[in-house]
């Protein structure tokens, strides 16, 4: 059974930093894609950057050069530092595999808690 636990969130002022991270049990970091996604209130969620098995990342426009993803595959944990954070990033953030790991229990797409990051001074 995959369990997928983010922590780290905040408030912090704009031009600030904060370091996510996302706990992950079950098989879902061995050989998968994984990646942090975010949404903010009233939009969609989306994917800000994603990180390959063997460390290949990417990354959407509006966060390249400020997010940084990276992984540990013994400790089954992959991480996001933030730097000079803007309002627009508030949001809830989430990791996940890449697609979304599919619960088969309840035919829909897993996703954990989510933590909250408020850009505001």
């Known amino acids: 059974q995959v369990q997928l636990v983010e922590s780290g969130g905040g408030l912090v002022q704009p031009g600030g930093s904060l370091r996510l991270s996302c706990a992950a049990s079950?098989?879902?970091?061995?050989?998968?894609?994984m990646a942090w996604y975010r949404q903010a209130p009233g939009k969609g969620r989306e994917l800000v950057a994603s990180?390959?098995?063997?460390?290949?990342?990417n990354y959407a426009e509006r966060v390249k050069g400020r997010l940084t993803i990276s992984r540990d595959n013994a400790k089954n944990t992959v991480d996001l530092q933030m730097n000079s954070l803007k309002p627009e990033d508030t949001a809830v953030y989430y990791c996940?595999?890449?697609?979304?790991?599919?619960?088969?229990?309840?035919?829909?797409?897993?996703w954990g808690q989510g933590t909250q990051v408020t850009v505001s001074s």
């Open positions: 079950g098989s879902i970091l061995s050989t998968n894609a």
């Open positions: 996940n595999a890449v697609p979304p790991y599919y619960d088969r229990r309840y035919l829909r797409p897993y």
């Open positions: 990180i390959t098995s063997s460390g290949t990342t």
